[in-house]
């Protein structure tokens, strides 16, 4: 075999790169729990010893993790006097948890979705699928992290206005099913936007369901908002005005079946909003930084859980609009179209 030194070493850069990255998740979930970030949010430069004191931690600790954020390009670094300080930008990504762009949940998803690697080994082996509620409880936390900071960005100034006539039924007061719910967050968001209308968050995972309902009440939003355990293609209610999906559709064993008993909820003139990760029709053209997350996730959780529901589908993450659209096709929709999109998430809404 002939080796190609210049790719070989190409490569052997990435991988150095994907490991010193792999080493790096457990302490950013270090810093985000000891409090280091939220320490430096102030953005003047500090010292390993006075970071320490001020987070009740060992200096010699500190430093070390100081000096892999430094090498990371996370915290920046000042030779001249010994320091270290986070930038605005590095801030919002590690410190600013409740921002459009804290990122720590991201981490908190994927060092939780190998915690059961030995169940992953086995389903590879026999095909079968891995239920939602077997994964580590830090999956579950995570994604509520990793999402709402999305969430916070985008669903109620872009997302929901993109929604033909949405934006104005829910200010004048509707009714929104919010299916595949987790802990609750898209569910809060809305119903803090739109005081007007209520709220009903459905999601098959008990402890989820829980957690949404602490996450309602501490904002005094109990009143409005009610959610319950429930699946996609059971859950209650009708005269819906929005059904809304958050990344979950193609999680789905049986998707279609949820597309057709969330037409028979909504109003006639309702609407169904549903976000799913971007992706491209073309397979290829989902080999980048993005689609690998996406595929890697969808590995860990997204394909296993679906496999473990009637029906197994198995979209993946990473989908893409055509096939959303066939599975569709045949559930009562007769209007599909993308009504948005950002770097990480496509928008459809759909019609009967």
């Not at 930008?89 to 410190?95: C, K, R, V």
């Not at 009143?223 to 999906?245: C, E, H, M, N, S």
Request: aromatic share 10%; proline share 5%; net charge negative.
């Amino acid at each position: 075999m002939n080796i190609n030194e210049q790719k070989l070493h190409a490569l052997l850069g990435k991988v150095v790169s994907d490991f010193g990255a792999v080493f790096q998740a457990p302490l950013i979930l270090i810093g985000d729990s000891l409090g280091l970030y939220r320490a430096m949010r102030d953005g003047q430069p500090t010292t390993p010893a006075a970071l320490a004191e001020r987070t009740d931690s060992a200096e010699r600790y500190v430093r070390e993790w100081l000096n892999a954020h430094a090498a990371a390009g996370y915290v920046d670094y000042y030779a001249g006097n010994g320091t270290y300080s986070l930038s605005p930008e590095q801030s919002m990504l590690f410190a600013e948890e409740g921002g459009p762009a804290f990122i720590v949940g991201a981490f908190q998803v994927a060092t939780g979705a190998g915690a059961i690697r030995p169940a992953l080994e086995q389903a590879f082996r026999t095909g079968e699928g891995l239920p939602w509620h077997q994964h580590d409880h830090q999956v579950f936390h995570g994604t509520e992290r990793f999402f709402r900071s999305g969430y916070i960005a985008n669903l109620v100034s872009n997302w929901i206005p993109s929604i033909a006539g949405a934006q104005e039924s829910l200010t004048r007061g509707g009714c929104v099913a919010d299916i595949g719910c987790g802990h609750g967050a898209s569910t809060v968001l809305m119903a803090q936007a739109f005081p007007n209308s209520r709220f009903f968050g459905f999601d098959s995972h008990a402890a989820s369901i829980q957690a949404a309902e602490e996450r309602a009440a501490a904002k005094g939003l109990s009143d409005r908002v009610q959610f319950a355990v429930a699946g996609a293609k059971d859950f209650p209610g009708t005269g819906y005005d929005l059904v809304t999906i958050f990344d979950a559709l193609h999680d789905l064993g049986d998707p279609a079946g949820a597309a057709a008993h969330v037409r028979s909820t909504l109003k006639p003139d309702g609407a169904w909003m549903i976000v799913e990760p971007y992706a491209e029709d073309q397979l290829e053209a989902n080999f980048n930084p993005i689609g690998r997350a996406y595929f890697s996730a969808s590995t860990l959780l997204c394909t296993p859980c679906s496999l473990s529901q009637e029906g197994g589908l198995a979209l993946g993450a990473q989908a893409g609009e055509a096939r959303l659209r066939a599975v569709l096709a045949n559930s009562g929709f007769r209007q599909f179209r993308r009504a948005a999109q950002t770097p990480f998430n496509l928008i459809f809404e759909a019609r009967a």
